[in-house]
């Protein structure tokens, strides 16, 4: 790399250096793997001889080699070496270039000329504002298709305990985004003493009512009920969350019946990643957390759409030897800035579910939001990765408005709107041989009962 940093420096003529650069990237045999960006040399104008410019290499996007080819060799090879009788001094700073050229090549890198002060890009930021807008005005739509031709408006209703200050501001959010989207709201607000009976009296009245399809009761709950018996006590019809034993079931089911509802923010980030246009089949996915809430369902809906799933975990030993080795990575470790630039490889794809707290003076509150990934830093190694805030954050209720009108739509029989996509890139992955089928005790002589 230093012997190519020099050759950054060499002031040539520039159809010297094309020819000489061209035969070094098509004909050295080079380097196999991949190398981070680098600075390239790229030949100027003609008439500008010492002139120089950069080059750096990008992973989101594929250009062939006949493309670099034709930018090497707008002149002729064999007039340039002419033109060049001291060619040979230059060919170990070309065979450099050509070495990180066609490294490049090899994970499907391209180039694009910039200025002489820039060396590195960002990965590309996967707005998930944007996403759940456009995600929130689909549902709006199909809410005002269903009450049109069924006369049915999808109903959630959320329950509050106590006077938490931010389950309040969460509870509030979440009934605006419910009014936004044109759906029928319930709002359940119960004092911090109330009783467990009390408590579960008002969700079995919820699980009767016709007009609610979905219940979420807002967590923590007062230390004096307990929360697994209130959960359990929400019918799996209107599971909102997705949580219940029999949605958990069916998710990790490979051919069973569909859940009714997907965890919220799982689903999200499989929306985040398709509406990236992210391949996710035959790909190296890496999950940080083992969670019942994020790292196990969000691991099972990867695998479900054929990507090979690496969930590490606190026991997990040498963490970023898997992380190195990952095409997606999806964070949710509960560690602030865990996942570095060095414990990741150039065009990885990362969703930081993460949300924590940092001290920045700078700042009025004397803090700012930051996830699991040291965002600075990754974002010039992927290529897409999801912002703190503004990435898996807005997704999280827009996936319960999803999961409302899906429980609506099973209400009254009727196909759930999926969230996978139905086609599913089987070439990508690794074709395996079906299961044999289940063995019987059942005796092979012609007087043995029927099955």
Partial sequence: FSTLQECVHLSVGAVRMRAVLARACFRHPGARGVVPPLPLLLP????????????????????????????????????????????????????????????????????EKTTACETQSAGQLIDGNAISKAIREELKEQAAQLKETHGVVPGLAVVLVGNRTDSATYVRMKKKAVKDVGFHSVDVTLPDDVTELELLARIEHLNQDPDVHGILVQLPLPKHIDEAKVLKSILVEKDVDGFSALN??????????????????????????????????????????????????????????????????????????HTKRADIIVAAIGKREFLTADMVKPGVVIIDVGINSKPDPSRKSGIRLVG????????????????????????????????????????????????????????????????????????????????
Wanted: net charge positive; hydrophobic share 40%.
């Fill in 44 to 111: 100027g104008r003609p008439s500008l001889p010492g002139r120089i410019t950069f080059a750096r290499l990008r992973p989101p996007s594929v250009r062939s080699a006949s493309t670099w080819q034709e930018a090497f060799l707008q002149g002729a090879p064999g007039k340039a070496r002419k033109a060049a009788p001291g060619w040979q001094r230059y060919l170990p700073c070309a065979l450099a270039a050509g070495c990180a050229l066609q490294a490049a090549a090899s994970y499907g890198g391209s180039i």
């Fill in 248 to 321: 958990i079931g069916n998710l990790c089911l490979k051919g069973g019946d569909p859940p009714l509802a997907v965890p919220c923010t799982p689903a999200g980030c499989i929306e985040l990643l398709q509406r990236s246009g992210v391949q996710v089949a035959g790909k190296e996915a890496v999950v940080l957390g083992r969670s019942n809430i994020v790292g196990m369902p969000v691991a099972s809906l990867l695998q479900s759409m054929n990507a090979t799933v690496t969930v590490c975990h606190s026991g997990t030993k040498n963490i970023a030897q």
């Fill in 372 to 451: 699991d990934v040291d965002f600075e830093g990754c974002k010039m190694v992927a290529s897409h990765i999801t912002p703190v805030p503004g990435g898996v954050g807005p997704m999280t209720i827009t996936m319960l408005l999803k999961n409302t009108i899906n429980l609506a739509r099973n209400s009254m029989r009727l196909d759930r709107i999926p969230l996978r996509q139905t086609k599913v890139f089987e070439d990508d992955a690794m074709r395996v041989p079906l299961e044999p089928p289940v063995a019987t005790w059942a005796p092979k002589s012609a007087s043995a009962p029927p099955p």
